[in-house]
Nanobody, 122 residues
């Protein structure tokens, strides 16, 4: 089955850290850009970060700059989102997606994961 699978979500206290993983199954991630998106209850989905196929270019939405780091390990066919200094407003379902274009609109990504819940609360 061709898909991406997220993992690493959970409950964390404010100021804590989590690392999300995005594993590609059934295809080679090397040629694909990766995007991380999130959707909080009652809000629209938003792009959090993206990285091109080589890892040489990255983008972060303003609210996570300096706190989140996107990366990839093509040898492991996996992308990552390291999230530090987490805030309650980071609470959302986080999705990874793989697509051929770097930081493309959400509807242009080819593969989407099922999402992983991140809850930041004391």
């Amino acid at each position: 089955q061709v898909q991406v699978v997220e993992s690493g979500g959970g409950l964390v206290q404010p100021g804590g850290s989590l690392r999300l993983s995005c594993a590609a199954e059934g295809f080679t991630l090397d040629y694909y850009a990766i995007g991380w998106f999130r959707q909080a209850p009652g809000k629209e989905r938003e792009v959090v970060s993206c990285i091109d196929s080589s890892g040489g270019n990255t983008y972060y939405t303003d609210s996570v700059k300096g706190r989140f780091t996107i990366s990839r390990d093509n040898a492991k066919n996996t992308g990552y989102l390291q999230m530090n200094s987490l805030k309650p407003e980071d609470t959302a379902v986080y999705y990874c997606a793989a697509g051929l274009l770097y930081c493309s609109p959400a509807d242009e990504y080819d593969y989407w994961g099922q999402g992983t819940q991140v809850t930041v609360s004391s």
